[in-house]
């Protein structure tokens, strides 16, 4: 089970229904309005500009086809408002890389 | 898309059909009336089973079809007039499912008009997003063979049974395959729709077959016998029946024979079309050969392991491979392969004659197949090939010309594949230079039974001998065993000391400090070491003598620098490093053993540093030779000492047996009074547990408690004198639970995780009482195993094996398909020269190999050490 509580970290683990509450109410965080780039696990997402794309796509000498694809539908990207054709950055943390980058042509 | 290929060919969508009997006959290239195959001449009959407007087989013949000779005729069907319908055992489940769905009386589907167009439009939609409908049509089947009285005409549906393989019965009376046959052709083609089949395509009424094609003879050849005589297909002996039963039910209908006559010829054409397409199915004996052969018909041909899709389209067979049982030789080197005499006389290179190697092959050519390194067979350049007998090999000897190929016998240090089944990984095929052995196993190093995951329990191996140069340099430099000891799974050894090598290791660097300078060459003698390091110390005579260490240290490379601790650590809660009191913190400086015993820790196959140093330090062959002179060292040390394991070490002293039973006797009364709480109603629950698996949980976890605690008062009466210590404390074989369950108690027998806890109602053996929730009525063993089991701990006992070997069953199978499924959806997948990750089109994967792009075989079990090992070796000293 998982559950929000304030500062928008995931905690795991067996709460009794009576913590819940307090959980729930004095959460401190209003989970209707949550977005989901706040959760610990979702790395971030942003939209590519066409200068920043040019650079990568010449980088590895490839065409805008040949990347990653990521569904319009997809929470994530309506969450940051990716329109078909967008090229979506994730910068995800990485043990042994410290961070690392990963491209995603938007798609229907 | 400019970059990405446009792939070649797709199949964009594959069709499946019925024949009907219109089709048929126009593929059909003749009728075939008559059951005889030849005349008297050997030429074949027209309309017969073999005439050669069906494609001719015989050389010299010419297709009365195409006019193609034997091999440029692809063969052509032709076709027989059933005398009467039977049932295509391919179909009898639609047949009864289409039975049961429509009315007896006016063939429409028992669906209301409402019903059925809703089946349709849903129909239409689950085709339109591309999934598969069968849920869907078996929905409306159900629905419609529930119906009792036809919406449409209002006759009552009677009850249609069905009688394996081709029978249907309808209120008990049988229905013909005329009968059947008439209601389908009345089904309206929207219901076929409704019923998932394409009325195009496949009509129904064309299950029951009126018309029977017959395949072409190149589907089915005759063979000539040595003798001149022919034997015809199986095929072949079917359709000769079907014929001949064909003629005998069209002459008695013709003489207007009695009808019970009729019914039994009828039945008699439907088994043999019915055993034409399968003879194995159920409710009918199969066809046989007058031998008592069963024939094999055509879904014989397809079915099973070695049918034509898993025996001839998926499965490859390779010429120049060899294939027989394995056993160990510690003597060979882990890059050797022991290749017993007849397969390496058998197995061939080839060797292209060249000035530099002619005399050489000239001895080859002369000492002929028989005797070894011989040669089987001479190429000459255009293209002849000439086997080498005892007859001609002296003439081909001297014929032998620059240009000319010969391909000898295998012979030592020659380049082979060696793979073991099931293979998983990059390591169950490895390249071996070849040793020619006497007898019939291959022989390999038991240092590489782990990679192959091989035993010598009758374990089969396959050998593939290389025919190009260039596969023999691939497979020397890439595939090669010593290019394969660090797996790229975790970044360590997977190849090293095994079982005893540990054992043998352990003992000599542990306990031996007294080794006479014959005794120290006797172990070093198979390695190449010849001279020792001054002495340990002198004996009162003046003798010299050195310690185990010393003589383990002459293997090891002399510039090796490694500090770890031992598989025998203590974990103490601060080590001392250096000055472990265990001897299990291992120092070895400029090659030389300092500190610490040498165990599964230093030299095990998945776990040994000092291979992993060695060849990430100096290289695989380094490696490569510290394994081999490990091992040999390791097997001559163990010899030194002896190394047995008896029932008499499974012995504990009084004290111990009464220490223990007094544990256990505790245990149970624990357990007791949790049993007496819990009946009385006044026990706990566990926090979000009920009260029953409170109960359960707690009576576990005394009982493990309990079970804990007898195998540390065995252990604490047990010392490194006893072998089976020494085996489990080393990583040799074993653990410390196995031998207290020998000594001391074998504990909780659980199924699932849970007390035992099936059987007989509200108990689960007899000799209990009901609701019993003591320890030894749930499968707790008090005994050990040397002090023996009662009859009721061994058979909870065997309830808990059994589990495990369902599981493990169970598990191979799953994680198998699992393997195969990720394999077959990575395996084109290729790392590039920039680390990004493409597939064959292109496309990117990853843009990074792991996202960092790190070889894991290179990195140190898959952990940071590197840089620390680095600047370490530097400055010197430890850093944090
Ligand atoms: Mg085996
Ligand atoms: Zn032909
Ligand atoms: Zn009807
Ligand atoms: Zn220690």
């Known amino acids: 089970m998982f559950f929000i509580i304030s500062g928008g970290k995931a905690i795991r683990g067996k709460i009794r229904p009576d913590k819940f509450f307090e959980y729930f109410i004095f959460g401190g965080k209003d989970l209707t309005k949550f977005s989901l780039l706040d959760h610990e696990s979702v790395p971030k997402h942003e939209i590519m500009s066409e200068g920043e794309l040019k650079s990568v796509l010449s980088k590895y000498s490839i065409e805008k086809e040949q990347l990653p694809k990521i569904k319009v539908q997809d929470p994530v990207s309506k969450e940051i408002g990716a329109v078909v054709g967008d090229v979506v950055k994730i910068t995800r943390k990485s043990q042994t890389a410290g961070e690392a980058e990963y491209y995603r042509l938007v798609i229907e | 898309m400019a970059n990405v290929p446009p792939i070649p060919k797709r199949i964009s969508s594959i069709k499946f059909g019925l024949l009907s009997p219109k089709e048929i006959r126009k593929m059909s290239s003749t009728p075939i009336i008559t059951a005889d195959t030849y005349d008297d001449d050997g030429f074949p009959i027209d309309m017969g089973l073999m005439d050669t407007k069906l494609g001719v087989i015989d050389p010299g013949l010419r297709c009365k079809t195409c006019s193609g000779r034997a091999g440029e005729c692809p063969g052509h069907f032709g076709h027989i007039e059933l005398v009467a319908p039977v049932v295509h055992v391919g179909f009898n489940k639609v047949i009864r499912k289409l039975l049961r769905a429509t009315c007896r009386k006016c063939s429409k589907i028992l669906l209301e008009p409402a019903q059925k167009q809703h089946f349709l439009d849903q129909l239409i939609g689950i085709e339109e997003i591309g999934h598969m409908p069968d849920d869907l049509i078996n929905e409306a089947y159900k629905e419609a063979s529930k119906v009792k009285v036809c919406p449409y005409c209002n006759e009552e549906q009677l009850d249609i049974k069905f009688e394996k393989p081709t029978e249907y019965l309808e209120n008990g009376e049988k229905l013909t395959p005329t009968e059947i046959r008439d209601r389908f052709e009345n089904i309206p083609d929207e219901d ?102 069963p024939l094999k018909t055509l879904s014989q041909r397809l079915k099973g392991k070695e049918g034509r899709f898993r025996g001839s389209l998926s499965g490859k067979r390779v010429n120049f491979s060899a294939r027989t049982v394995i056993s160990p030789d510690p003597n060979l080197s882990i890059n050797e392969v022991g290749v017993p005499m007849p397969i390496a006389r058998t197995l061939t290179m080839p060797a292209v004659v060249t000035p530099r190697n002619i005399e050489q092959l000239k001895i080859y050519v002369r000492n002929g197949e028989d005797v070894h390194p011989g040669a089987n067979y001479v190429l000459r350049p255009d293209g002849r090939r000439i086997k080498v007998t005892n007859v001609n090999k002296d003439d081909l000897a001297e014929k032998l010309e620059f240009g000319w190929t010969v391909e000898r016998q295998l012979k030592d240090g020659d380049i082979v594949l060696f793979n073991r089944q099931p293979s998983l990984h990059k390591m169950s095929i490895m390249a071996h230079s070849v040793k020619v052995l006497p007898n019939k196993t291959f022989r390999l190093n038991p240092a590489v039974c782990p990679p192959y995951n091989a035993d010598f329990d009758g374990d089969e191996m396959n050998m593939h001998a290389l025919q190009t140069e260039e596969s023999r340099a691939e497979a020397k430099i890439l595939m090669q065993v010593q290019e394969n000891i660090l797996s790229p799974r975790f970044g360590g050894p997977i190849i090293g000391g095994i079982h005893d090598h540990i054992s043998g290791l352990f003992l000599l660097t542990r306990y031996e400090d007294h080794i006479s300078a014959n005794d120290a060459y006797d172990m070093l003698r198979k390695s190449d070491i010849r001279e020792l390091p001054s002495p340990a110390g002198y004996d009162p005579d003046g003798k010299p003598y050195w310690t185990g260490k010393q003589i383990f240290s002459q293997i090891l490379p002399k510039n090796l620098n490694a500090q770890f601790t031992a598989q025998v650590c203590s974990h103490c809660d601060t080590c001392k490093k250096e000055e472990c009191p265990n001897d299990a913190y291992v120092v070895i400086r400029d090659g030389e053993l300092i500190k610490g015993t040498i165990d599964e820790a230093a030299i095990g196959a998945f776990k040994g540093k000092v291979q992993d140093r060695i060849i990430k330090e100096i290289g695989p062959e380094a490696g490569a030779r510290f394994i081999d002179n490990m091992t040999m060292l390791a097997v001559r040390a ?42 009385n109603k006044e026990l706990e629950p566990l926090p979000g547990r009920t009260l029953d698996e409170t109960i359960e949980m707690s009576i576990m976890q005394k009982l493990g408690k309990a079970r804990d605690e007898t195998g540390n008062i065995a252990d604490s009466h047990m010392g490194l004198e006893n072998s089976a210590v020494i085996m489990a404390r080393s990583g040799a074989r074993g653990s410390i639970l196995n031998l207290t369950q020998m000594a001391a108690c074998v504990g909780q027998q659980a199924v699932r995780g849970e007390r035992i806890r099936r059987g007989y109602a509200g108990r689960t053996l007899p000799h209990f009482e009901k609701g019993d929730l003591g320890s030894d009525a749930h499968g707790f063993v008090k005994a050990s195993y040397k002090s023996g089991l009662n009859p009721t701990e061994y058979f909870f006992h065997a309830i808990g094996g059994r589990e495990g070997l369902v599981d493990t069953a169970v598990r191979t199978s799953q994680s198998g398909y699992l393997q195969r499924r990720l394999v077959n959806a990575l395996q084109d997948l290729e790392v590039q020269y920039d680390l990004t990750v493409r597939d064959t089109r292109g496309v990117l994967v990853q843009f990074k190999f792991g996202e960092d792009g790190i070889n894991p075989t290179k990195s140190d079990f898959s952990k940071p050490d590197t840089i620390h090992r680095i600047v370490r070796s530097v400055v010197n000293r430890e850093v944090a």
Request: proline share 7%; no cysteine; charged share 25%.
């Open chain 2, 192 to 293: 076929i729709r409704v019923i998932g089949m394409d009325p195009k395509n496949a009509r129904p009424e064309w299950m029951i077959l009126t018309v029977l094609p017959v395949p072409p003879v190149t589907v089915r050849p005759s063979i000539t016998l040595e003798s001149g005589q022919r034997s015809e297909d199986d095929l072949t002996h079917k359709l000769v029946d079907i014929i001949r039963i064909n003629q005998r039910f069209q002459e008695n209908r013709e003489a207007g024979a009695p009808q019970l006559i009729i019914e039994d010829l009828w039945e008699l054409l439907q088994y043999h079309v019915t055993t034409f397409f399968d003879n194995s199915v159920s409710g009918i004996p199969p066809a046989r050969h007058r031998s008592g052969r």
């Open chain 2, 638 to 679: 163990i010899m030194r000492t002896g190394l047995s394991f008896g029932i008499a070490d499974e012995d504990i002293p009084k004290e111990a047996r009464i220490q223990i039973n007094e544990v256990l006797g505790k245990a149970e009364g624990a357990v007791q009074n949790l049993i007496k709480s819990y009946q």
